[in-house]
Each structure stands twice: as C-alpha cells, then as structure tokens.
C-alpha cells in the first residue's frame, strides 16, 4: 500500500480523507437520491438535485459534530452488517437445502426489533445524550432511578386502569340497554 506522507498510515487513514472526503461522499450521495426518488425539486431535474446535494454536503462536513456522528454511526453500520452477514451464514448452515427463506421469515422480526434497539442506543450514544441519561437517571443527578421507575410505574398502572376500566363499563353499558 502507498504510505502517506504526512502521518505515517495509509492516504485511506488519512484525516482529510476520512473527516471531508468520505462523508461529503457519502451525504452527496444520500441527498442526492433522496431527492431524485422523491422529485421535490421537480421531475428530470438532475442539476438542481445536485447542486443542493453538493450545497448539503459541504455544510455538513463544515460541522466537526455533525462529521463525526456520522463517522461513528458508519463504523457501527459496517460492523452491524458484518455481525448481519455471520448471523445469515450460521442460519444458512442450519436450514433445510433450498428452504432458507422460511427459516429466515423467522427472525424477521426478531432481527428488525433489535436493529431498531441498536440504532438508537448507537445514536444515543454517539450524540452523548446516553451519559446525561444515565448521569441524571442511574447516578442520581436531580433524582434516582428507583424513583423514575416507580413513578412510570404509577403512570403506567394509572393509564392501564382508566383504559381497561372505560372499556369495561362502555361494554356494560351496551349490556343493559
């Protein structure tokens, strides 16, 4: 591999590469077929499409936050889809020959629960708002876990009474007209 010159590693490792290049790339890109999927900017229009997708990429990558969320969630989308492609490889081992499709109808669900759960502890965590989470609720900041646990509790227990108690009288009411 070439080295690069200034800092030792590869062009690829390279912070201009890494920290402008590859998500101006990558924000281009989604814009860009956003808004040609969608036409809000009117139907054949691939300049204007572009121009705007360039204008957003370089906004983007002129914020060092927005930049390195968008790293970081990157790294956990590769990594996901690497953990994704080990977990269809074992299931593949385990199916019926030619009936992989309704093994996998199994863990559809499954699998798009947890994804849902990882994304947005990931984005929690890249945004910092899981160590305000976690200081204000688990530490003990204004108030203790225990206490938020028992007060959702109450809230849900109240909310589940008036629910399940309004449809009980609703149907004894139809019941003695």
Do not use: C, H
């Not at 790339?25 to 900017?41: D, G, H, N, T, Y």
């Not at 994804?115 to 976690?134: E, F, K, P």
Request: charged share 15%; no cysteine; proline share 2%.
């Amino acid at each position: 591999m070439a080295e690069y010159v200034y800092g030792g590693g590869t062009v690829l490792q390279s912070p201009l590469f890494i920290e402008f290049i590859l998500p101006f790339i990558l924000v281009f890109a989604i814009v860009f077929a956003v808004l040609q999927k969608s036409e809000v900017l009117g139907k054949g229009k691939k300049q204007v499409d572009a121009m705007v997708a360039f204008a957003v990429g370089l906004i983007t990558i002129a914020f060092g936050q927005a930049v390195g969320i968008i790293i970081q969630l990157s790294v956990f989308l590769s990594v996901g889809i690497v953990v994704f492609l080990v977990l269809m490889i074992l299931m593949g081992i385990w199916a019926k020959p030619g009936d992989f499709e309704s093994a996998f109808k199994k863990f559809r669900t499954l699998g798009g629960i947890v994804s849902i759960i990882a994304v947005v502890i990931t984005v929690m965590i890249v945004t910092g708002a899981w160590d305000y989470l976690y200081a204000n609720f688990v530490i003990g900041g204004e108030s203790s876990f225990l206490s938020n646990v028992v007060a959702i509790a109450v809230v849900v227990i109240a909310v589940a009474f008036v629910w399940f108690g309004a449809k009980d009288s609703s149907e004894s009411g139809k019941e003695d007209k």
